[in-house]
């Protein structure tokens, strides 16, 4: 397989499934696997970096209006909804960032665990969107107290397999988050965190832009956030208008074929 086909098929798995509630570990563990290597895709940080950056890129385009009144009201030292929901992002943040930096070495642990570790988590996922369907929609707001708790559903998701936007989402509904609150709180609250190890990925030392990969780089970025775009838009209508049981059954019947594979292939 050629560097750009890879760096395409790398970036429009990443910026789909960031936002759809199916694990972007997960598939790209998955598919690392069926493309015959025999690295973790997390350990390409050059790609990782590149794919990151254009999903990281897909948010601040489709909430470009939520992020300028953030930042504006931030600047002018403003009480407001949106210096509110800054601070709530920020409290949402706190257990990722503990747990990252008490448990890196066991997280890095965790996207060498096989198959197998990803097919259980797709079913852990699948079953927390299937307890999703029948909550009523709600004009609930997200709050200090449900921040943190939604936190701790995006540590959860560290784990290759367990969707990040999947566990935030169904969390926030739960706690009787509206909908559209539930879907634009879990997408921006992430903004910040892939923002912050892009930065710290790039300050290792370990990032490397080779000669002669400028194609197979701007297709991996592009891709990535053409997709994002595409998706986290579609899935903010999704949630909605639908909700989450329909994601349920594919994050179910993936890891149950994941772990089929894993012992019988």
Wanted: glycine share 10%.
């Amino acid at each position: 397989m050629t560097d750009i086909l890879r760096s395409l098929i790398l970036g429009v798995i990443q910026g789909l499934t960031e936002f759809l509630p199916v694990s972007s570990s997960g598939h790209l563990e998955i598919m690392n696997y069926f493309l015959g290597s025999s690295q973790s895709v997390d350990s390409d940080l050059t790609m990782v970096v590149l794919v990151h950056a254009g999903t990281a890129l897909s948010i601040l385009y489709v909430f470009r209006k939520d992020v300028w009144a953030i930042l504006s009201d931030i600047i002018q030292f403003k009480w407001s909804d949106d210096t509110r929901l800054a601070l709530e992002i920020i409290v949402s943040m706190i257990p990722a960032l503990v747990i990252g930096l008490a448990f890196e070495d066991k997280i890095e642990e965790l996207f060498s665990g096989g198959l197998w570790m990803v097919g259980a988590s797709l079913i852990f996922t699948g079953i927390v969107l299937w307890l999703t369907p029948n909550i009523k929609d709600q004009d609930g707001l997200v709050g200090w107290k449900k921040a943190l708790l939604i936190g701790i559903a995006q540590a959860v998701a560290i784990m290759p397999g367990v969707s990040r936007s999947g566990m935030t989402i169904a969390i926030a509904l739960m706690l009787g988050v509206g909908k559209k609150n539930a879907a634009r709180f879990s997408f921006l609250m992430v903004l910040p965190v892939i923002l912050g190890k892009l930065l710290l990925d790039v300050m290792s030392g370990d990032f490397v832009v080779s000669a002669g990969s400028g194609l197979p780089i701007m297709v991996a970025l592009v891709s990535s956030f053409v997709v994002g775009v595409i998706a986290c838009t579609w899935m903010i209508k999704l949630v909605q208008t639908y909700g989450l049981k329909y994601f349920a059954y594919y994050c179910i019947s993936v890891g149950l074929l994941v772990i089929g594979f894993y012992h019988y292939g």
